[in-house]
């Protein structure tokens, strides 16, 4: 099962390798991925490419456990709207609750969330479920990050877990990661997971709050080919025009598979990119007063005569005359 996440996921993780001397433009180049990427939070991420970004960030720093240790800088609740909904449920037990009713429809695929009580005792865990495996175990320690985070929004920074399960190797992974965690690592776990006092989930939190999960771009659900190539050509795009051929290599396909995927959908890549490049023109000539060159270069376009004869052909209406009626709509409306 392919997973995705959103970009937010990936944590303070130019800070945190900048500050360990390594070059997070050296990481973003390994993995063939816009450095822009980290300006927005919001898009929607293969999660294997975020297990890659994290595996050549360890590798960059030196620091084989460094899933774990930019975990230290993680906050639930600077997760999207996502992580703000849950750390605002009234109780520890409500919080996790959320977690896990909407992980999956609102910041990450793939991905389970489970709690387990035994009688006084709780386990929180997380599991990936995409095939993905560069990088899978440096997730799991930065999914670990994330859950104690969210215990803590609740019991206060000095809290740890009882015992971490974890899916390292042998005692010495477990009492290396013990330092950074500050806490009992038990190894060779099959899933990760962290335990607590199950009384702690009956705390209560702070004053409950309403995110807006309306301006957030949707996670993908399916498998659909479609869905992936627009997921992908969207990240592309904050480099410039997207290529298939960048879009089918992350896709482990060549250009001619990819096509004859899409074919199978009923799609083409030209018509999937068209529909991605007309929503993102009309979202920014109806919200944003922004230049039309200025808009032609942000979808990838050389100059503003080509954005325009494309605009045209997609809505049958000039850029300036579709701005000028949304314009005129919403001052009708307002009157």
């Avoid at 190894?187 to 009956?202: C, K, Q, T, W």
């Avoid at 957030?216 to 290529?243: F, M």
């Avoid at 300036?320 to 009157?335: V, Y």
Wanted: hydrophobic share 40%.
């Amino acid at each position: 099962m392919k997973g995705y996440t959103r970009a937010s996921a990936l944590g303070p993780i130019a800070d945190f390798v900048e500050t360990r001397g390594g070059s997070i433009e050296q990481i973003f180049g390994r993995v063939n991925l816009p450095l822009a990427l980290l300006e927005n939070p919001d898009l929607p991420l293969p999660l294997r490419e975020q297990f890659e970004v994290l595996s050549a960030a360890g590798r960059e720093i030196g620091d084989p456990f460094f899933g774990a240790s930019l975990g230290r800088l993680v906050s639930m609740e600077k997760l999207s709207a996502f992580g703000t909904w849950v750390t605002s449920a009234p109780t520890l037990g409500g919080s996790i609750d959320r977690s896990r009713r909407g992980l999956n429809r609102f910041l990450q695929t793939a991905t389970v969330l489970q709690l387990r009580v035994f009688e006084t005792r709780a386990r929180w865990s997380i599991e990936f479920l995409d095939p993905g495996e560069d990088g899978r175990f440096q997730n799991e320690l930065l999914g670990v990050s994330y859950l104690i985070d969210g215990v803590r929004s609740y019991t206060g920074h000095a809290w740890s877990p009882s015992l971490i399960r974890s899916t390292c190797v042998g005692a010495a992974q477990a009492a290396a990661l013990e330092k950074v965690f500050e806490a009992p690592v038990l190894h060779g776990a099959p899933v990760s997971a962290i335990e607590f006092d199950a009384s702690l989930l009956s705390a209560a939190g702070r004053k409950k709050t309403n995110p807006d999960f309306g301006s957030e771009p949707p996670i993908p659900h399916t498998a659909a080919c479609r869905e992936d190539v627009t997921a992908l050509s969207a990240i592309a795009l904050l480099e410039g025009y997207p290529k298939i051929g960048w879009v089918a290599s992350k896709l482990d396909m060549n250009r001619r598979s990819l096509q004859r995927a899409l074919d199978a959908e009923g799609v083409s890549f030209s018509a999937v990119l068209d529909d991605l490049l007309k929503e993102r023109a009309t979202v920014l000539l109806a919200s944003t007063d922004l230049r039309l060159t200025d808009i032609a270069h942000q979808l990838g376009y050389s100059d503003g005569a080509h954005f325009s004869r494309a605009f045209r052909r997609w809505t049958g209406v000039t850029p300036s005359h579709f701005r000028a009626a949304r314009r005129n709509a919403a001052l009708r409306e307002s009157n």
